[in-house]
C-alpha cells in the first residue's frame, strides 16, 4: 500500500529537494502541468511550466547563484494551498552580492502534487493573497 504525503509534506520535501539540488526528486513533486513565478519569472515577466520548466528553474539558478536556499519558518494549509513564511539566503554567481530576507510563497496542489508557486518578497502579502489574515 502506498500512502500519499499530505500537502505540507510534500511543499517540505520540495524544499529539502530544491535546496540540495535534487532535481529528479524535486520533479517527483510537481505535477506535470505545474506552472512557477518565482522572483525572476516575475521579474522577467515569464514563468517556469512543466517538467522542463522545473529543470531548466534549477539549472538557472545554478547559473545565477553561488548559493541559493530557502529554508521554511513557517507552513500552513488551507484548501489545496500551503503558504510559506521562508527564510531566503543567497550569493550572486556574477557580483558576489549576498541577499538575506525572509519571503513568502504560496503553493497550490493538485492531487498532492505542487501545481503552481507564486514568490513574494513579503510573507504578509502571501498570506494575503492565499485569503489567509496577515
Do not use: K
Not at 46 to 52: E, I, L, M, P, R
Not at 59 to 68: A, K, L, N, P, Q
Not at 86 to 95: I, L, W
Amino acid at each position: 500500500m502506498t500512502v500519499r504525503a499530505t500537502g505540507v509534506e510534500t511543499v517540505a520535501q520540495s524544499f529539502e529537494a530544491f535546496n540540495t539540488r535534487d532535481t529528479d526528486r524535486l520533479v517527483s513533486l510537481t505535477h506535470p502541468h505545474c506552472e512557477w513565478f518565482p522572483f525572476r519569472a516575475q521579474l522577467e515577466g515569464t514563468s517556469y511550466q512543466g517538467h522542463q520548466g522545473v529543470r531548466r528553474f534549477v539549472r538557472d539558478m545554478g547559473e545565477d547563484w553561488e548559493t541559493f536556499t530557502i529554508d521554511p519558518v513557517e507552513l500552513t494549509a488551507r484548501d489545496d494551498l500551503v503558504v510559506v513564511t521562508g527564510h531566503v539566503n543567497g550569493r550572486s554567481s556574477a557580483t558576489g552580492v549576498e541577499i538575506d530576507f525572509i519571503g513568502g510563497f504560496v503553493f497550490e496542489l493538485r492531487d498532492e502534487l505542487i501545481m503552481r508557486i507564486m514568490s513574494y518578497s513579503d510573507p504578509a502579502d502571501a498570506r494575503e493573497a492565499a485569503g489567509l489574515d496577515a
